[in-house]
């Protein structure tokens, strides 16, 4: 296997149009070849026109951040937050606004300033940076982030945990920042920051604690209910953390049925996981009969690609796929009717039979947005929180393709696998599953260190009661 190396791409490094038609090029034969989905929103004959147009856009030198934008319309037609360019790398020395954010539609809101000095409130509104309005700055950030359709929430979640480096990649570089914000009370206020780099951002932050476990369990005597919170459902996470999740979960099961807990809450907000395993693990937990994740599983590239390209190619994926896939027309193979995977599991030994509510958010993706799907449409729990982050039809995931274009420098990663997720939504085709409650973080109780969502649910255990 060969492994790429990684390196900082130079943005303001010029392209000659021959250089630049190259990695165009190379693009789409591998889009051709092996992504799983590439004409969900768009057919071919438009994507294959809109490559043409890019293809004669790219008539003059480039710099390297422009042939970047030239390519974001492809990407976006795509619509596979999966699919897209990384973004770029900051600079060691780079000066970067020293706050964190919850972005929700066009407000900005401050979740922390990594500074330790909270000279900036909690809970306040950004207007402007630098005179820049708020929303021509995630403006100009969104149009880099690519989501699943039009999922609005997954790139906010997207810009939110990445604010500053995408300040600096895609907005301005600045050593100082004069923000303009709305405080928790309403007031407009002003304030200049200093940019700090990121080991100055780790260094000025207050020691923790005790790292927390990638899954952590909360119980609630007073509402007789658990709080059991996924940060992850990535395996090799889990692995790294030591957390055998079955184990975890079985465990689970004794100590809450030996308290006599009634209702669970299973909080996947921010997680994602690429291997559905998890997925079935997890919702076997709370199964009451047998159930599958997917429907369908597809692949279009059945062994390595031919291209130019410095590619990672993941040979044990090709390796499993004969005799598993086959052939249905339009270029996919897909996964046999009497695959394993497609089988009914069963639901754990002594499952969780209580009331389960599910929290999800515009991060909830891969193995934690097939859980909350599989939740809703068998009928077994109540989904709160937003929209996730995965398409709610299909979504890509499991291995992938991990490609370097030689000219640009610029590194792809390509999913291999498409899923279909079992049973019946009722969410656009373009979008992710729909909570049967949409709660999202007030700004009031950012400022009190409150989580809206969890205040909302244990406030209705207590009205149950």
């Known amino acids: 296997m060969q492994v790429l190396q990684a390196q900082r791409i130079e943005l303001v490094r010029t392209l000659t149009p021959e250089q630049s038609q190259a990695d165009l090029e190379i693009l789409a034969s591998l889009l051709e070849q092996v992504h799983p989905d590439p004409y969900r929103y768009t057919s071919k004959g438009e994507l ?17 951040a422009s042939f970047r934008a030239s390519l974001a319309p492809v990407f976006h037609a795509i619509g596979d937050a999966r699919f897209q360019l ?31 000095f909270r000279s900036l409130p909690i809970g306040s509104s950004i207007i402007s940076i630098n005179g820049i309005p708020i929303g021509t700055v995630l403006e100009r950030m969104g149009a880099n982030v690519v989501a699943d359709g039009h ?75 658990l709080w059991l919170t996924l940060s992850t459902l990535e395996q090799e996470e889990l692995d790294k953390a030591d957390l055998d999740p079955a184990k975890y979960l079985r465990a689970l099961l004794k100590e809450m049925k030996r308290k006599g807990l009634r209702d669970l809450v299973i909080d996947v907000r921010n997680a994602d996981g690429r291997e559905l395993a998890s997925a079935e693990l997890l919702f076997s937990f709370i199964a009451k009969e047998p159930f599958r994740v997917v429907q369908d599983m597809s692949v279009r590239s059945m062994e390595p690609p031919a291209t130019d390209a410095n590619v990672t190619i993941p040979a044990e994926f090709y390796g499993s796929l004969a005799g598993l896939f086959l052939p249905q027309g339009s270029g996919a193979y897909h996964v046999r009717a009497d695959d394993h995977r497609l089988e009914q599991l069963t639901p754990m030994k002594r499952a969780f039979a209580g009331k389960v509510h599910v929290v999800c958010n515009g991060g909830t ?10 939740a809703k449409r068998s009928n077994r729990a109540r989904i709160v929180g937003e929209e996730v982050g995965a398409n709610s039809g299909s979504f890509t995931g ?41 709660v999202v973080q007030r700004a009031e109780d950012l400022a009190k260190g409150r989580d809206t969502v969890k205040g909302a649910l244990l406030q209705f255990f207590n009205e149950m009661q």
């Open 365 to 374: 993706r891969g193995a934690a947005a097939a859980f909350v799907m599989l």
């Open 151 to 225: 999922n609005s929430t997954l790139r906010e979640a997207i810009i939110g945990s990445r604010f500053s480096e995408f300040y600096h990649g895609y907005v301005e570089q600045s050593s100082t920042f004069n923000i303009e914000y709305f405080d928790p009370q309403g007031i407009r206020n002003e304030l200049l920051v200093m940019g700090l780099t990121r080991d100055e951002v780790v260094r000025s932050q207050k020691p923790g604690g005790v790292q927390l476990a990638p899954w952590t369990s909360t119980i609630h005597p007073d509402q007789d209910a």
């Open 86 to 116: 990384e973004h770029p790398e900051t600079d060691a020395a780079a000066q970067l606004l020293p706050v964190k954010v919850l972005v929700q539609g066009e407000k900005v809101l401050v979740v922390d300033e990594t500074k330790g």
């Open 48 to 64: 294959d026109r809109m490559v043409d147009r890019v293809r004669d856009s790219l008539a003059l030198p480039l710099t390297v």
């Open 398 to 438: 499991g291995r992938a393709l991990d490609v370097e274009l030689p000219n640009s420098g610029f590194r792809i990663s390509i999913p291999l696998v498409r899923y279909v997720p079992d049973g019946v939504s009722n969410a656009p085709l373009d979008r992710g599953e729909m909570p049967h409650h949409t």
